[in-house]
Nanobody, 123 residues
Framework: QVQLAESGGGLVQAGGSLRLSCAAS????????MGWFRQAPGKEREFVAA????????DYADSVKGRFTISRDNAKKTVYLQMNSLKPEDTGVYYC????????????????WGQGTQVTVSS
């Protein structure tokens, strides 16, 4: 099993920045990819960004491309999401996700999920 723990959420004004962290524990040697999803009130959980831990491939949703950066520390089994130029529409609960053999944009491609961290961007 893999456990994921997010941190770093909070309240920020539009145009500001936040950095989210996701630390993996447990059977971390199996992890193939890690990513971030978010869910705004009343909306479906949506893909934000993801990266393959071994081969460096990264992927971003169009809505965050150029503003968000996903990075990783393989030794620490930690993934970060640097969020710059935040907009009110970025508000939501941000979830970290991981999988042991898949990499993609769909929720069902990730078998492990964190509890989520709230990000609120005020206008």
């Amino acid at each position: 099993q893999v456990q994921l723990a997010e941190s770093g959420g909070g309240l920020v004004q539009a145009g500001g920045s936040l950095r989210l962290s996701c630390a993996a524990s447990g059977r971390t040697f199996n992890i193939y990819a890690m990513g971030w999803f978010r869910q705004a009130p009343g909306k479906e959980r949506e893909f934000v960004a993801a990266g393959m831990l071994s081969f460096g491939s990264l992927d971003y949703a169009d809505s965050v491309k150029g503003r968000f950066t996903i990075s990783r520390d393989n030794a620490k089994k930690t993934v970060y999401l640097q969020m710059n130029s935040l907009k009110p529409e970025d508000t939501g609960v941000y979830y970290c996700a991981a999988d042991t053999y898949r990499f993609g944009r769909k929720r069902n491609e990730y078998g492990y999920w964190g509890q989520g961290t709230q990000v609120t961007v005020s206008s």
